[in-house]
């Protein structure tokens, strides 16, 4: 995972400033499991007692679910010769809400995983092997200006509040 430059340091783990340096750390780790997820992070994710048993809670119903909440940051094949950074900003966008609606401190990072399974919103679950980095606010901005320049009425978050 040297393959990016990254800038500052929150928690033990370093904050991308820069969309493009997610790219280059997706492009450069391609043969990895590299995953987003919203959260408080790995600190709060991750505690002692977790780590046999990593999970996240269904909003709906309150079950708890084997495996962390996230995304791949893989690129799928059918996706050919498009936009990485168009691709990674869209896996950032897609869960921006999530800042809000979970309250403070709830921010995107990078795991290195493996996926054990599915969640009721068709989300993959993964076990995370190592934190890898925050996702910066400078990064989110590039995202969603990224996304925004595509610019698709019938398109947005994934965000069923409103």
């Keep these: 995972m040297d393959g990016v430059s990254t800038v500052g340091n929150q928690a033990g783990m370093w904050v991308v400033e820069d969309l493009d340096q997610l790219v280059n750390l997706v492009r450069n780790n391609a043969d990895e499991s590299l ?6 992070g790995p600190e709060a994710d991750l505690t002692d007692e977790q780590q046999a048993r990593q999970s996240s809670r269904d909003a709906l119903t309150g079950t708890e679910l084997p495996g962390l909440s996230a995304n791949p ?27 809000d ?28 092997h ?22 698709s009425r019938e398109w947005g978050p994934l965000h069923r509040a409103d």
């Design 35 to 40: 995953y987003v997820r919203w959260s408080r």
């Design 101 to 128: 609606l979970r309250g403070p401190g709830v921010r995107p990072w990078v795991l290195l995983g493996e996926q054990i399974g599915r969640g009721p919103d068709n989300e993959p679950l993964v076990i995370c």
């Design 73 to 99: 940051l893989a690129v799928e094949s059918w996706w050919g010769d498009r936009s990485l950074r168009l691709w990674i900003a869209r896996r950032l966008y897609d869960y921006c809400h999530l800042g």
């Design 130 to 151: 190592r934190p890898v980095a925050w996702v910066g606010e400078a990064a989110l901005r590039q995202a969603d200006r990224a996304v925004e320049g595509q610019a």
